[in-house]
Nanobody, 122 residues
């Protein structure tokens, strides 16, 4: 069974950068589309970014486009989210998720990590 564990969250000043990581256990990591989601306090979970199985195609929410970059290393069973130019609106718990298939989607993810907190100070 695929299990996901996020890491790398923490406190960063507005305008700064942070990279969160997701480690997957299992032998089928390369068969999954990977995504990042976030949920701020008092708000609904929202889609952030996704990557195809080979990492050659990516898709981003408008709110993070140009600032965030999703990448993956299938040899290490890891997916990353590089976050630049952070602002207070980015403060949330960030979750990685896996979706079996080949098509990028903002919904329908089957496996979820426990999340990592990203705090942005002004």
């Amino acid at each position: 069974q695929l299990r996901l564990t996020e890491s790398g969250g923490g406190l960063v000043q507005a305008g700064g950068s942070l990279r969160v990581s997701c480690s997957a256990s299992g032998l089928t990591f390369s068969n999954y589309v990977m995504g990042w989601f976030r949920q701020a306090s008092g708000k609904e979970r929202e889609f952030v970014a996704s990557s195809t199985r080979g990492g050659t195609s990516t898709y981003y929410a408008d709110s993070v486009k140009g600032r965030f970059t999703i990448s993956r290393d299938n040899s290490k069973n890891k997916v990353y989210l590089q976050m630049n130019s952070l602002n207070t609106e980015d403060m949330a718990v960030y979750y990685c998720a896996a979706r079996q298939g080949a098509v990028i989607s903002t919904t329908g993810y089957d496996y979820w990590g426990q999340g990592t907190q990203v705090t942005v100070s002004s």
